[in-house]
């Protein structure tokens, strides 16, 4: 079957670094999102990875290793605002198809 | 501004009512998705639609139904069949098939039911 997996908490302190970390176990792999949530609020998308290697996008990064299953969301400089939930989602080919699977969501708590 | 807009944002209802819940984008998307999302789970797919009239059971689909008149709307609604209704509900959309990938989502709708 198809899974995702991902920890539930985090903490960190402002101005660290910290590292998000997704595996997942899927056939038919397309490609791996990463999305923020704020409490109450909709996700927003932070990053598309669909080849191996690292995407920089600002303070984010994300990283995507297919033969392993894995991939991080790296967050810099980190601000109070960052506390959030980070969502990852797994997008697979299901036959004539493409689903997206989506993980629990780790929350990221930020402290000063 | 392009975008998607659910309402109401809290929506308060009683055991056996149906009620249903409002979904509008202008970003020309071809498909359009309802989630649900509880405490401490992920997001899960109620219903999907790829074209106009035509949708699809998502993973929890009992209790819910829904229609897609037109491109821009999808309306999903939660019968008096759905056992626990109470939950935050997103509304998502985007173009399968074609960059940019990631689903765009509206607000959200908190449904209460009592």
């Known amino acids: 079957g198809q899974n995702i997996d991902q920890p539930t908490e985090m903490t960190a302190t402002e101005g660290a670094i910290v590292q998000i970390n997704c595996t997942y176990q899927t056939s038919g792999f397309n490609g791996l999102f990463w999305y923020q949530q704020h409490a109450g609020e909709a996700p927003t998308f932070l990053s598309y990875?669909?080849l191996d290697g690292l995407e920089e996008k600002g303070r984010f990064s994300s990283f995507l290793s297919r033969s392993k299953g894995y991939s991080y969301l790296l967050l810099k400089e980190l601000q109070m605002k960052d506390s959030a939930s980070y969502l990852c989602a797994v997008f697979y080919n299901a036959g004539n198809n493409r689903k997206l699977i989506w993980g629990l969501g780790t929350s990221l708590a930020v402290n000063p | 501004d392009g975008g998607i807009t659910q309402s109401p944002k809290y929506l308060f209802r009683k055991e056996g009512q149906n009620v249903t819940l409002s979904c509008e984008q202008n970003?020309?998307?071809?498909?359009m998705y309802w989630y649900r999302q509880d405490p401490g789970q992920g997001l899960r797919l109620i219903y999907y639609s790829q074209i106009v009239n035509d949708f699809q059971k998502g993973d929890i689909a009992e209790g819910y139904s829904v229609s897609r008149e037109k491109k821009e709307s999808f309306p999903l609604t939660v019968t008096s069949a759905q056992k626990n209704p109470t939950a935050f509900y997103l509304c998502a959309s985007n173009t399968p098939g074609r960059p940019p990938y990631e689903q765009y989502f509206g607000p959200g709708t908190r449904l209460t039911v009592t």
């Open positions: 970003l020309n998307h071809d498909a």
């Open positions: 990875n669909v």
